[in-house]
Nanobody
Framework: VQLQASGGGLAQSGGSLRLSCAASPSLFSRDSVGWYRQAPGKQRQLVAT???????NYADSVKGRFTISRDNAKNTVYLQMDSLKPEDSAVYFC????????????????WGQGTQVTVSS
């Protein structure tokens, strides 16, 4: 599964952005999805995840401000980011984990290329 992230850009503090992650060829409801971010000089960190059962998990720093969602029919994962802060500035990566069956069981763990989010104060 290949992932293409988009929607990053420049926002003002308190503003909003919505990131999208298009999965190709398809996103299945049983796949687990997530968003991670990496700021310069820092390790990649979890932002939000959603399991196939619909359970979501958020980093404490984004709880109440960010929302992860998915549209399996559109093969797309979203991250709605509201009340943005300068410390949210980072490269954001989408991640999808799952299994495909094609003559054999094929687990995968795919990452998108990253999209830059910059929040000005």
């Amino acid at each position: 599964v290949q992932l293409q992230a988009s929607g990053g850009g420049l926002a003002q503090s308190g503003g909003s952005l919505r990131l999208s992650c298009a999965a190709s060829p398809s996103l299945f409801s049983r796949d687990s999805v997530g968003w991670y971010r990496q700021a310069p000089g820092k390790q990649r960190q979890l932002v939000a995840t959603a399991t196939s059962g619909g359970t979501t998990n958020y980093a404490d720093s984004v709880k109440g401000r960010f929302t992860i969602s998915r549209d399996n029919a559109k093969n797309t994962v979203y991250l709605q980011m509201d009340s943005l802060k300068p410390e949210d500035s980072a490269v954001y990566f989408c991640n999808v984990k799952g299994i495909r069956y094609s003559g054999s069981i094929r687990p995968f763990d795919s990452w998108g290329q990253g999209t830059q989010v910059t929040v000005s104060s």
